[in-house]
Nanobody
Framework: QVQLVESGGGLVQPGESLRLSCAAS????????MGWVRQAPGKEREFLAR???????NYEDSVRGRFTISRDNAKNTVYLQMNNLKPEDTAVYYC?????????WGQGTQVTVSS
């Protein structure tokens, strides 16, 4: 059974950084596409970044240069390093993947950027 567990969210001030983690079980992150998505209150879910096998990485334009997706194969964990956070980054952040025709999502972690 595939399970994704996010952690690392919190309350930060504008300009600060956070690193989100997504610990996976039931799949191997190094050979599957893993992504980060967020949903702000009253808005639709927004794709942020994806990492696939090898060096295949994609970013949404609004976060490219500020956010970095990476993975630790030994820990079977995917990360999202977020720098220079802005109030508009406030949202619930989800890790997701697809495996054998099904989508899997974590429970989400709240990120709040406020002074």
């Amino acid at each position: 059974q595939v399970q994704l567990v996010e952690s690392g969210g919190g309350l930060v001030q504008p300009g600060e950084s956070l690193r989100l983690s997504c610990a996976a079980s039931g799949i191997v992150v190094s050979i599957n596409h893993m992504g980060w998505v967020r949903q702000a209150p009253g808005k639709e879910r927004e794709f942020l970044a994806r990492i696939g096998p090898g060096a295949n990485i994609n970013y949404e334009d609004s976060v490219r240069g500020r956010f970095t997706i990476s993975r630790d194969n030994a820990k079977n964990t995917v990360y999202l390093q977020m720098n220079n956070l802005k109030p508009e980054d406030t949202a619930v952040y989800y890790c997701k993947t697809a495996y054998r025709g099904r989508e899997y999502w974590g429970q989400g972690t709240q990120v709040t950027v406020s002074s």
